[in-house]
């Protein structure tokens, strides 16, 4: 699904959010995408070649797919059951959860798989319906219970002699993240091992250090050459930091660039928590794992979004090269694509016969940073910028009322008359903006006790 034109406020479209977009449409589209350098060309080649394949590697009722925290915001419950899939749900023991979960399946040609706890009549449950007490005794806490859901795992309980892809989703707040990363690590490692013909399968955030391609480091450089007159002076002042990819020469004598997309906002228990799945994913490639681990956009979530700061930040990105805000819709069908097509496409990336400069560079291939590896200034300092000219839109109107105000009450106090051009505002202006301008003068002149 896609709304709104690139190089546009995002929240501009969001009636549209939902449109769907295939066929001829789709490619053009992300040609567009390309273009903008919001997406790679790998990426979109990728995307593409699900779409020709889409007969056979769209059934997904044979496969199983594990999501460890599987009703997060950025997980692909939605979309693989949408594609018949089979899912296995491992999240937290709450009924909301659980709810939403059966919720999920129900409308869709999907099934899951999923813990309850020992002893509990689930069977009869489900024959009869009784979702909401299924949903109390259904889930595991992935903290708590991490050795019980290894060993259900990695046993012949879950799709007994099926491989699996085994997908890690979870998120928590401040020193949780590490840690549920960590129990995560160990059920991965565990499972893999039983389980030797194991996928893995994890989102990357485009708020890290990656390396990018040539062409995203050329085009982050020729984008900082033509930034407007007012960007170049935020940088002067030092609100902008230009986005200079770092070259880095590896051992073998290959040259790689990265470019630091760490917001220092999140704090190091986000990067570390994200650094750890990296090394996971490169050790799990390294012992012969199909591994996907595709950059992901900045996406427009609800959790995001309802933080006022962020919100105001993201409507004006779109005035920086390259960058491009989206909605979650869209964020979740385009990395349930590159998923699908690391899982089915043997020259994909993510398999482990397919030979990389370096294994950083598994998270180079198909991303889909939304801007961020080509943006002229780094992810951290254009939040500021974008966000001052949001407020400044948003308040205009009353900005100029209030200048007005004051230009009316130091010509009063001065001249003891009304300035010609206010007055002759008065004439056109609308009542309620009268109104408001009447009132400000009036606490004006309270203010300086003026008669």
């Not at 992901?296 to 990105?317: I, K």
């Not at 560079?361 to 974008?386: D, F, K, V």
Request: glycine share 6%; with cysteine; hydrophobic share 50%.
């Amino acid at each position: 699904s896609y709304v709104g034109r690139v190089g546009e406020p995002y929240d501009r479209y969001a009636a549209r959010r939902a449109t769907r977009v295939s066929g001829d449409e789709l490619r053009a589209q992300l040609r567009t995408w390309v273009a903008h350098g919001c997406v790679e060309p790998d990426t979109a080649a990728a995307i593409e070649r699900v779409q020709q394949h889409e007969d056979e590697w769209l059934d997904l009722s044979n496969d199983y797919f594990v999501l460890l925290g599987a009703s997060s915001a950025m997980g692909p419950l939605y979309f693989l059951l949408s594609l018949g899939a089979n899912v296995v749900c491992v999240d937290l023991d709450i009924v909301p959860i659980w709810t939403k979960l059966f919720n999920a399946v129900r409308d869709s040609p999907g099934r899951i798989i999923f813990p309850v706890r020992r002893g509990t009549p689930w069977r009869a449950m489900l024959k009869e319906e009784r979702f909401d007490e299924l949903a109390a005794v259904s889930g595991s806490n992935l903290l708590t219970d991490t050795p019980e859901i290894a060993a259900w795992l990695a046993s012949s309980a879950v799709a007994p002699g099926a491989p699996l892809v085994l997908g890690t989703y979870v998120y928590l707040m401040g020193a949780l993240f590490p840690q549920i990363t960590l129990a995560c690590d160990a059920i991965i490692e565990h499972v893999c091992a039983a389980r030797p013909n194991t996928a893995l399968s994890m989102l990357c955030t485009p708020t890290d250090a990656h390396v990018v391609n040539d062409e995203a480091a050329a085009a982050a450089r020729a984008n900082h050459a033509r930034a407007p007159w007012w960007q170049r002076a935020c940088e002067s002042v030092g609100m902008l930091r230009c986005n200079t990819p770092i070259a880095v020469r590896t051992e073998a004598g290959a040259t790689l660039h990265v470019v630091d997309g760490i917001l220092n906002d999140q704090g190091p228990n986000y990067i570390m928590a994200k650094r750890m799945q990296h090394w996971r994913a490169m050790v799990a490639r390294a012992d012969g794992h199909v591994v996907s681990s595709n950059v992901a956009p900045s996406t427009a979530t609800v959790s995001v979004t309802q933080n006022r700061l962020f919100a105001a930040g993201y409507a004006n990105m779109h005035l920086f090269a390259a960058m491009e805000i989206v909605y979650q819709e869209l964020s979740l069908s385009a990395m349930g694509l590159l998923l699908i097509h690391d899982i089915k496409n043997a020259r994909a990336a993510a398999h482990p016969d397919v030979q990389l400069t370096h294994p950083l560079c598994l998270m180079q291939r198909t991303a889909w940073h939304g801007g961020i590896q080509r943006c002229a200034y780094t992810i951290g300092t254009i939040g500021m910028p974008s966000a001052l000219i949001y407020f400044a839109r948003l308040y205009a109107a009353p900005l100029v009322l209030a200048l007005l105000a004051l230009y009316s009450a130091v010509a009063y106090v001065a001249f003891g008359t009304t300035p010609l051009p206010i007055v002759a505002a008065a004439r056109v202006a609308p009542p309620a903006a009268l109104d408001a301008l009447a009132s400000v003068v009036a606490s004006a002149k309270h203010v300086l006790q003026l008669p």
